[in-house]
């Protein structure tokens, strides 16, 4: 059984930046996709990013792309998501996902605050 721990969260001025990182346990990590959701106050929660077993292919929302990049270490079971030129609007909980059954394995959520 896959269990997520996300970390990285926290206060932040908008344009500045932050690393999540999400680490992994349980099933062989290189076996499995990953993703990354966010869920703001109010709203129902949102795709982030993803990115292949391998790492090979990536995959952004548009509100994201160029800002953001989620990247793996399979020799740490970690996946990881670099926010730069944060904006108040990317505030939410920020949720890892392995692409794991019908509807994945989550982690607990990190929180991210970007003031303006």
């Known amino acids: 059984q896959v269990q997520l721990v996300e970390s990285g969260g926290g206060l932040v001025q908008a344009g500045g930046s932050l690393r999540l990182s999400c680490a992994a346990s349980g099933r062989t990590f290189s076996s499995y996709a990953m993703g990354w959701f966010r869920q703001a106050p109010g709203k129902e929660r949102e795709f982030v990013a993803a990115?292949?077993?391998?790492?090979?292919?990536?995959y952004y929302a548009d509100s994201v792309k160029g800002r953001f990049t989620i990247s793996r270490d399979n020799t740490k079971n970690t996946v990881y998501l670099q926010m730069n030129s944060l904006k108040p609007e990317d505030t939410a909980v920020y949720y890892c996902n392995a692409d794991l059954g019908p509807e994945g394995v989550w982690g607990q959520g990190t929180l991210v605050t970007v003031s303006s």
């Open positions: 990115i292949s077993w391998s790492g090979g292919s990536t």
